[in-house]
C-alpha cells in the first residue's frame, strides 16, 4: 500500500494526549468486512510514547471500551474489552487473558507532526 492508500490523518493537537487520557476518533478509512462500516480507534500514552489502535476486539470485532475514554482494566493496568473482559498489553495490544487470547489489538501507525498527533492504518 501506498502513502496514498493510507494517508496520515490529524486526531487530536499533542498537547491533549495526557498521561491517563485515551483520545478516541474516526478514521477516514471504512472497513472492510462488513465493507463500509466505519472504523474507530483510540489513542494514549503509553509512559511517554503515543500508542493507537482500532477500537476493535479481536474475539467478536466489538468495540472495546464500555464508555467513551474509558478503556482500562479496574487496576489501571490493561486495555480491557467492556463485552467479555479479554485483556491486552497497552505498548502491543497482545491479548493476555480472555477468549481472543493469542491474538492482538490492530495498532495504527503514530507521528507527532507540527504539534499535532497523527495516525494511519499500517500497510
Given amino acids: 500500500m501506498t502513502e496514498q492508500n493510507h494517508p496520515w490523518q490529524t486526531v487530536c493537537p499533542a498537547t491533549d494526549l495526557v498521561p491517563g ?3 478516541e476518533f474516526r478514521l477516514k478509512q471504512k472497513a472492510r468486512e462488513p465493507e463500509g462500516m466505519p ?3 483510540f489513542v494514549f500514552l ?4 503515543p500508542k493507537a489502535y482500532l477500537n476493535i476486539c479481536p474475539h467478536l470485532g466489538i468495540e472495546l ?3 467513551p ?3 482500562m482494566d479496574a487496576d489501571n493496568l490493561f486495555i480491557q ?21 493469542g ?4 495498532a495504527l501507525e503514530v507521528r507527532q507532526n507540527d504539534g499535532q498527533i497523527e ?3 499500517g500497510d
Fill in 21 to 23: 487520557r485515551f483520545i
Fill in 39 to 41: 472504523l474507530t480507534g
Fill in 46 to 49: 503509553d509512559g511517554s510514547e
Fill in 65 to 67: 471500551n464500555w464508555m
Fill in 69 to 71: 475514554g474509558k478503556f
Fill in 81 to 101: 474489552c467492556s463485552t467479555h473482559g479479554a485483556l491486552f498489553k497497552p505498548g502491543t495490544g497482545e491479548c493476555i487473558a480472555g477468549p481472543c487470547q
Fill in 103 to 106: 491474538d492482538a489489538l490492530t
Fill in 119 to 121: 495516525i494511519r492504518l
